[in-house]
Nanobody, 116 residues
Framework: QVQLVESGGGLVQAGGSLRLSCAAS????????MGWHRQAPGKQRELVAL???????NYVDSVKGRFTISRDNAKNTVALQMNSLKPEDTAVYYC??????????WGQGTQVTVSS
């Protein structure tokens, strides 16, 4: 079992930057993937970025070149550096983790609002 706590959300002007962080506790050594999903008002939740235990990464096309996901060597934190933010990035961002059996854990979410 993994517990996830997000931080770093807030309000930013278009073109600005934010850095989201997620702290994991519990069965940390069992984590195979960590990442971020987001859900905009009235829309379905979507995968934003993913990082594996071997540090391979994947991003949704809309954030490639602007967002960077990273994790520390202990794999107990994951961060999402968000640059060149756009109003369409406005959403609740959820940290998540997946263990080797495919079991998923979710954070409670952090609001990111990008104003025009």
């Amino acid at each position: 079992q993994v517990q996830l706590v997000e931080s770093g959300g807030g309000l930013v002007q278009a073109g600005g930057s934010l850095r989201l962080s997620c702290a994991a506790s519990g069965s940390i050594s069992s984590i195979e993937y960590m990442g971020w999903h987001r859900q905009a008002p009235g829309k379905q939740r979507e995968l934003v970025a993913l990082i594996s235990s071997r540090d391979s990464t994947n991003y949704v096309d809309s954030v490639k070149g602007r967002f960077t996901i990273s994790r520390d060597n202990a794999k107990n934190t994951v961060a999402l550096q968000m640059n060149s933010l756009k109003p369409e990035d406005t959403a609740v961002y959820y940290c998540y983790a997946v263990n080797g059996l495919g079991l998923r854990s979710w954070g409670q979410g952090t609001q990111v609002t990008v104003s025009s």
